[in-house]
């Protein structure tokens, strides 16, 4: 069918012949001309809603500059310390292939001078847990305490690389503190799929109309949240004398009672929406 012809039979006819012209809403705005009255029914017909209930949540924040100055500094003096590098070498139970990958002091996590990173996380998790469908399996009502396992600076440079892997925990993160003032360039340098110094998330498989890969060119002070079984990996970049610092942590979530839930919020949000019906 030519195009014109397509134009001019009724919707309902086009999707039966299979050939509609998308984002060509000529006869829709036609239809509403000629239906002013019911104009508003009309709107609320061709309202849709996204319904994505699957799959693991990553929720992205940004760091105030005051804290990438804290930790910057702090993993300085930790990672420049030979007998703390030494002593809480990192490396040996991460896949990364980088130059450097120091825990910070668990004394050091608990004290008062870390205490607003340690709040800013925190915030952070509140914010993830009572987003859907997170909320499906940990209801945040429940939730009394989080609790830092770890947390490790990776120092990067030219060639560097993170291999795919997971973490231990439940909840994992990661925020960056230096990222090589070169990456724009080797980026524009790539001809095609350019990943030079971008962290890249995968879940489940390529499918269509499904997502499967989340790629990010990560900022001084960003920060991430993801659960701790998702697969992730980092590229390296070419430049050198140049630094990729970025900061990992693992958390675990304390139940502060028995949650009623556990297993079961499917029914709990079934039972909700029957009351309303009422
Ligand atoms: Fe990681």
């Not at 001019?8 to 999707?15: A, H, K, P, R």
């Not at 702090?74 to 990364?96: C, I, Q, R, V, Y």
Request: hydrophobic content about 35%; some cysteine.
């Amino acid at each position: 069918m030519c195009k014109e012809a397509a134009l001019e039979v009724s919707l309902f006819n086009c999707i039966f012949i299979g050939k509609i012209l998308l984002y060509d809403n000529r006869y829709l705005c036609k239809r509403k001309d000629s239906m002013a009255k019911k104009e508003k029914k009309e709107q609320q017909v061709l309202k849709f809603d996204a319904i994505r209930p699957f799959g693991p949540t990553i929720v992205k924040g940004k760091l105030p500059d005051f804290l990438v100055k804290l930790m910057d500094d702090k993993a300085t003096k930790m990672m420049n310390d030979k007998e703390h590098s030494k002593k809480f070498d990192h490396a040996p139970h991460l896949a990364g292939n980088v130059k450097q990958e120091t825990r910070f002091d668990p004394e050091w996590l608990g004290s008062e001078e870390a205490q607003p990173m340690i709040h800013l996380i925190g915030e952070m998790v509140k914010s993830y847990i009572s987003i859907p469908p997170a909320n499906e399996t940990i209801s945040p009502e429940f939730i009394g305490q989080m609790v830092v396992e770890s947390m490790w600076a990776v120092s990067q440079y030219a060639g560097d690389f993170n291999p795919f892997h997971i973490h231990e925990g439940q909840l994992s993160g990661v925020f960056y503190l230096r990222v090589p003032k070169s990456l724009p360039e080797e980026y524009a340098k790539e001809d095609h799929y350019p990943t030079v110094g971008d962290i890249c998330w995968f879940n489940g498989q390529a499918a269509t109309f499904s997502g499967h890969k989340f790629q990010h060119s990560p900022k001084v002070g960003d920060i991430f949240l993801f659960p701790n079984w998702l697969a992730h990996g980092v590229y390296p970049f070419r430049t050198k004398n140049e630094e990729r610092r970025s900061v990992s942590f693992n958390l675990q979530l304390i139940k502060k009672e028995k949650d009623p839930q556990v297993g079961n919020a499917e029914t709990a949000r079934r039972k909700e929406f029957y009351k309303e019906k009422k």
